[in-house]
C-alpha cells in the first residue's frame, strides 16, 4: 500500500515500513538527516552531488527546447547508481 503525503513542499510516498524522497525532496531531507549519518553518510554524499548536478544540467540541456541530453550525463548517472549499489553491499 503507498500514501502519498504533502508537507511544506515536500512529497513523500510512504510504504508499509519505509518511505521514499525523489528530486529536490530527496536533497532536502539528506541535508536535514547528514549530521546524524554515520554508516549511510557517504551515500548522502554521493545523492546530494547527485541531485545538484541535475538541477545544473536540467536548467543547462533543456531536451523540451530540442538541446539532447549528452552522452555523458547518461554516464556520469551510471557511475553514482554503481557507487550507490556498491556501498549499499558494504554499509
Given at each position: ?41 557517504e ?41 550507490l ?7
Open positions: 500500500m503507498v500514501h502519498a503525503i504533502q508537507s511544506d513542499d515536500i512529497t513523500v510516498l510512504t510504504h508499509i515500513g519505509g518511505w521514499q524522497l525523489y528530486g529536490t525532496s530527496a536533497a532536502v531531507a539528506l541535508r536535514e538527516m547528514f549530521p546524524y549519518l554515520l554508516e549511510k553518510r551515500q548522502a554524499v554521493l545523492g546530494l552531488d547527485f541531485q545538484e548536478n541535475v538541477d545544473k544540467w536540467r536548467t543547462r540541456f533543456r531536451p523540451a527546447k530540442g538541446r539532447p541530453m549528452p552522452e555523458w550525463v547518461f554516464q556520469y548517472r551510471a557511475e553514482v547508481a554503481e557507487q549499489s556498491a556501498l549499499k553491499r558494504t554499509t
